[in-house]
């Protein structure tokens, strides 16, 4: 194939493991609401959704206003963790040299995230690898996922068709969002939902490394 190759990655679970911090900074903002905290294991399956749309998916008995204090409590006390450079979110193993070896291929790589603008730009500047991508999707700007409206504009800021595309994530919602308009979909093993979610899903396989992720993305689109 000739062309422009895109691939669009899912930030948390993906590029960055930052469970600890957002399980903290969402047993902060139900408390700091005077709310019972989510179980642990709730909060690792809404990453990935906007953060409103995992407040309602982890409570969704909460009155409009209980949601919108739930979701400031958690940007400013995730804020505050940042500032104070306490927040810890690592790429994982070998996806540093995967996406520098991408770009260096002739890649196209964008990301869609339900990461907010800031909390993206800085995780990116903080390992280095913000010039890699020629679009970045967050939820500031569109829809939850698996609304597909990430992916599209995505799409058209780096110029590729649908088949000239593959979506790269973690969970469910990065599988559906991808299914939805065409594109193909390769899960990670390395985050919150487990493979065989992840291949019901719609995603054309699930691997395990880095190193696989390569190789996958070499046969999807060579």
């Known amino acids: 194939m000739s062309g422009v190759r895109l ?13 600890a911090d957002v399980c903290w900074a969402m047993e902060r903002a139900f408390a700091r609401a005077g709310l019972p905290a989510p179980e642990v294991s709730a909060v690792r399956r809404a990453v990935g959704l906007s953060l409103p749309q ?12 209980q949601n919108r204090a739930v979701t400031e409590f958690y940007r400013s006390s995730f804020r505050a963790r940042r500032e104070e450079g306490l927040l810890d ?8 040299e995967l996406l520098r070896a991408l770009h260096s291929a002739g890649w196209s790589l964008a990301v869609a995230t339900g990461k907010s ?14 010039d890699l991508f020629v679009s970045l999707q ?4 569109h ?12 799409l058209f800021e780096a110029g590729a068709s649908r088949d000239q595309a593959v979506m790269i994530g973690d969970t ?16 990670v093993g390395w985050g919150y939902h487990a493979a065989p979610e992840l291949l019901a899903s719609g995603a054309a396989r699930v691997v395990g490394t880095a ?6 993305l070499e046969e999807a689109l060579p």
């Open 143 to 154: 829809p939850s996922k698996p609304h597909p409206a990430m992916l599209e504009a995505a």
């Open 172 to 187: 469910s919602f990065d599988m559906l969002m991808a299914r939805s308009i065409g594109v193909a979909g390769i899960g």
């Open 138 to 141: 967050t939820a500031d700007r």
């Open 54 to 65: 995992a407040v309602r998916t982890l409570s969704p008995d909460l009155t409009e206003d």
């Open 117 to 130: 603008d800031r909390g993206l730009a800085a995780c990116l500047a903080t390992h280095g690898i913000a």
């Open 7 to 19: 691939a669009v990655f899912d930030c948390d679970g993906t590029l960055v493991d930052g469970q």
């Open 211 to 216: 190193e696989a992720l390569a190789a996958a």
């Open 89 to 96: 979110e690592p790429l994982y193993d070998g996806i540093a």
